[in-house]
């Protein structure tokens, strides 16, 4: 039953892309022209799509903190990463439309990208550190013009489901655009595909926002401490 779910589900991942290509269409002319409808519509379509590929897969979400999230300005959104269906689920738990900051690969899957350029992600090459640099500057501008952005500090999936280091590099265009950090902490994912052999299997998924750190009177020290310091909070928080 699951190998069928799974065959279905690749199958539907491509053909709501192809079914969506009008509505992307239109959703960049809204872009381009300036609309201040863009932005909505974008997410509604976005999130829709998220939704309905958490709900082939038979995952339920549960969240808990979004009173966290503030409401008055930009932030920054840090999740662990262990699964691929991290991304959907961000995309479907936040309020908003957020940018993502992306490894470049991701780029190459079809039809996605396109929907990836409407929410105004940046593509980040780690083998590169003079454009992983030029992308972060870019991604705190983003958040200075008012956006929304998640970004994984552990820069790719955990193999074990275990944290990985948290890359200081993420939280710079934080530091930079002296926006709040909203650490986030997900469970589940990985039971839906990675702890199955890729199948897709149905479960649960937990999504906790925590409370926002502020960035703006934090020194250089202090900076330093916070990938460890978030990590640990993401580490505490897991399981309640």
């Not at 993502?100 to 980040?124: F, N, Q, T």
């Not at 909203?182 to 595909?193: A, C, L, S």
């Not at 990675?194 to 149905?202: K, L, Q, S, V």
Request: proline share 7%; charged share 25%; net charge positive.
């Amino acid at each position: 039953m699951n190998i069928l779910r799974t065959i279905v589900w690749f199958i539907y991942f491509f053909l709501v892309l192809l079914f969506m290509l009008p509505m992307r269409i239109k959703a960049d002319k809204m872009k381009k022209n300036g609309d201040k409808a863009a932005y909505p519509y974008i997410f509604k379509k976005v999130k829709w799509w998220a939704n309905s590929l958490l709900k082939l897969a038979g995952v339920e979400i549960t969240v808990y903190g979004r009173e966290n999230i503030p409401t008055d300005c930009a932030v920054v959104f840090t999740p662990n990463h262990s699964g691929l269906y991290d991304i959907p689920v961000m995309l479907t738990c936040c309020n908003e439309p957020p940018a993502l900051v992306a490894k470049k690969e991701s780029k190459k899957i079809p039809l996605v990208g396109g929907w990836m350029h409407l929410l105004d992600c940046l593509y980040i090459d780690r083998e590169n550190p003079r454009a992983a640099a030029a992308t972060m500057n870019e991604a705190a501008q983003l958040v200075m013009d008012g956006r929304n952005l998640v970004i994984f500090p552990e820069g790719t999936r955990s193999k074990t489901g275990e944290l990985g280091e948290f890359n200081h590099g993420a939280f710079k265009m934080a530091f930079k655009a002296k926006a709040p950090i909203v650490p986030v902490v997900i469970e589940g994912t990985r039971d839906i595909m990675e702890n199955h052999h890729n199948i897709m299997t149905p479960g649960k998924v937990t999504v906790r926002f925590l409370p926002p750190i502020y960035t703006a009177d934090l020194d250089r020290a202090a900076q330093k401490l916070l990938p460890e310091e978030i990590k640990r909070m993401i580490e505490a928080n897991k399981g309640m």
